[in-house]
């Protein structure tokens, strides 16, 4: 299938448009027209080859929402004008332990991403959404739940799922204490989905500008971790951190923040977390830990909850070919909270 997208074709160079070929459909496949997709941080970051793994030309984009245009005659799952979504894995071994579990984002041989990845028939590289047309097996398509805003949904398929699997996890129901650290993608997802589920939520950050922000998103409280005494008199006053900045930063500073066997999951940054303290791990029984993504059903999940619950990210619609300044922007955290690309305006652009 002949589809278009944008590409970067270096590092350095700016995404522009790119004409490549969808793979033919398989048996079990399922192809899409791309309707929107969010830009993700990974999105620049692999753009840039920040983690030394990008294929270029490299086009990102895994939040992905769209309409099925086709299938194979083996699909059961979806039909031609459904409305479904895609996220950052588009198939696994299906056979290891935890796949069989519904964790296939921890497959034991190794999960294909929807970008940066290779086809495990063909083994060509696997190019994401900032595309008109993709084409995923059908266990990895997931159906868009009746009432859940199409335009919005998108970047729920990262940030969404990215927040959702370890508030699930670790079992955050009403009454329960949450704290989120950073208010930007994954932030205010983070505080929209703990609010919906009924815990008290305290976003947590260096000064006090996001206060009306954080509150009229769901949270509760606002901690300022640069007052000392502020953060003094909140040790132990939580039972989960969500640790969301994307940057290399010191988590140290928030452990005492966690009650007994509270725990810290760091689902923003990809490397160093600053030097690690035991005494407070040792002496309060607490935890710091990581989350990605999650599976396939735990992310239907969390799409069903959204719609029941009427929980959306706040987006900001832009046209494919303002992408390079939706990147510029996010490098500086010039968002409030996720951009999305309208996929209609890329044949224009």
């Not at 830009?39 to 970051?45: A, I, Q, R, Y």
């Not at 840039?48 to 799952?77: C, F, K, L, M, S």
């Not at 588009?90 to 332990?97: F, L, Q, Y």
């Not at 008199?233 to 966690?258: F, G, R």
Request: charge should be negative; charged fraction near 20%.
């Amino acid at each position: 299938m002949k589809t278009i997208g944008y590409a970067a074709q270096t590092s350095s160079s700016p995404l522009a448009p790119f004409a490549f070929e969808r793979r033919d459909l398989r048996p079990g496949d399922v192809a899409m027209e791309i309707l929107y997709c969010g830009v993700c941080h990974s999105d620049l970051h692999y753009c840039h080859d920040d983690w030394g793994n990008a294929q270029y030309p490299a086009v990102p984009g895994h939040e992905i929402v769209g309409r099925v245009i086709a299938v194979g005659p083996g699909v059961t799952r979806h039909a031609v004008g459904d409305h479904v979504a895609v996220g950052c894995l588009i198939d696994s071994c299906m056979d290891c332990d935890q796949c069989h579990k519904g964790e296939e984002q921890m497959c034991r041989n190794g999960a294909t991403g929807t970008y940066g990845g290779h086809d495990p028939v063909f083994g060509t590289p696997t190019r994401g959404g900032y595309s008109k047309h993709i084409v995923v097996r059908e266990e990895f398509v997931l159906r868009v739940p009746q009432g859940l805003d199409v335009a919005r949904a998108a970047p729920l398929l990262c940030a969404g799922i990215t927040s959702y699997s370890p508030l699930r996890r670790w079992n955050v129901q009403a009454g329960s204490r949450v704290g989120v650290i950073g208010l930007g993608g994954l932030g205010h997802m983070a505080v929209k989905l703990a609010a919906a589920m009924g815990a008290h939520v305290t976003v947590i950050s260096r000064t006090d500008a996001k206060r009306a922000d954080a509150l009229a998103l769901g949270a509760h409280a606002l901690l300022v971790s640069g007052d000392t005494q502020a953060m003094r008199n909140a040790a132990s006053t939580l039972d989960l951190i969500i640790d969301t900045v994307p940057v290399e930063h010191d988590a140290q500073p928030y452990l005492p923040l966690l009650d007994i066997d509270g725990t810290l999951v760091v689902v923003g940054q990809v490397g160093a977390v600053g030097t690690l303290n035991s005494i407070p791990l040792l002496f309060g029984r607490r935890r710091i830990t990581g989350s990605p993504i999650g599976g396939i059903a735990e992310t239907q999940e969390m799409l069903d909850f959204c719609a029941e619950r009427g929980v959306l990210p706040d987006v900001e619609m832009i046209s494919m070919d303002a992408i390079n300044t939706a990147f510029d922007r996010l490098a500086v955290a010039d968002v409030r909270y996720r951009f999305v690309i309208d996929m209609a305006s890329l044949a224009a652009a």
